[in-house]
């Protein structure tokens, strides 16, 4: 998909990909609306499509990206690097091109990180106007502070395909559970048995009557957070949607570090010395 057009010499085209924010009308910075209204040309990856005719009435020239996912028999893979073709081919244009995703561009979407790597690798201006996620909602409607404990993210495939670490003295969270365990990135969901494998996973960390809480933050002024709260066990036989991230409660607190506590009440007292002969 690269041009051979040379790197590094400034071009007229323009990419700015900016977040929509999670709720319609309310989570939109002035920034990303500017970048949209001084666009050529619009393209929108969103949450539904109420959310894209309120987009349309920034812009006249709004595109979806969504006509390129295919039916089943697609590999999303295939269509995120249309996605990226199409962009650039309008940046390659000349056209200042603003590409917005709902929630924040840059977190768990790769194409908005790809189409802006290609056009700075090919000289062209590229910028990334970041948005409110779900996970800055989570921490709102949930009470969360990631501070607390620390906090973990992960696409929940990821604890499948990879042996990944978990710390269960921090929170957990899992993005795409609804689709946990697809090794052809062409399905939209997957079924209890895919997630009883996730279970199994986490249950080498977590007692299996630990608290799971699916999470859906509102898409419309209208609606309310939608939080339910499992066991670790009943997972399986729960439906989690492809708009539901899934909270894991820390199992156990963190612990005091003794030794390290030890060096450091040293390195106080050899300061407080210090001041006092100053
Ligand atoms: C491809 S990621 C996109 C995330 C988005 N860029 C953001 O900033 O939140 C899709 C995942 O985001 C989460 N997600 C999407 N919509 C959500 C919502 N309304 N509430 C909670 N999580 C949501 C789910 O975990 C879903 O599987």
């Known amino acids: 998909m690269l041009s051979s057009t040379p790197t590094n010499s400034p071009q007229h085209g323009s990419i700015a990909c900016v977040g929509l924010g ?27 499509g109420i959310v894209e005719l309120w987009l349309q009435s ?22 995120y690097r249309e996605w990226v073709g199409v962009m650039m081919a309008e940046v390659r244009a000349g056209k200042k091109v ?31 106007e970041p948005g409110i996620s779900a996970e800055d909602c989570l921490y709102a409607d949930l009470g969360i502070d990631p501070g607390r404990y620390g906090c973990q993210h992960y696409e929940a495939s990821q604890l499948l395909f990879f042996e990944i670490p978990v710390n269960p003295r921090a929170y957990l969270v899992l993005w795409q559970v609804g689709l946990v365990g697809d090794t052809s990135f062409k399905r939209f969901s997957t079924g209890p048995e895919y997630r009883q494998v996730l279970v199994d996973v986490l249950s080498q960390d977590y007692p299996l009557d630990h608290e799971a809480i699916i999470y859906r933050c509102a898409t419309l002024p209208i609606q309310q ?54």
């Open 22 to 48: 999670m709720t319609l009308g309310s989570h939109l910075s002035p920034l990303a609306r500017s970048h949209i209204e001084q666009a050529d040309v619009v393209f929108a990856a969103l949450s539904d």
């Open 58 to 79: 920034m812009h006249p020239d709004v595109r979806s990206l969504q006509p390129y996912y295919g039916k089943g028999d697609k590999s999303r893979m295939v269509t």
């Open 98 to 128: 603003c590409a917005v995703f709902y929630g924040h561009p840059g977190i768990f979407a790769w194409s908005p990180h790809e189409v802006i790597r290609v056009a700075r690798e090919e000289g062209f201006q590229a910028h990334m």
């Open 225 to 278: 957070p939608h939080i339910r709260r499992v066991t670790l066990r009943e997972l399986p036989t729960t439906d989690i949607t492809s708009e539901e991230t899934l909270v894991l409660p820390p199992a156990d607190r963190p612990r005091h570090n003794d030794a390290i506590r030890e060096r450091l009440a040293a390195l106080d007292k050899l300061y407080q010395e210090k001041q006092a002969t100053a």
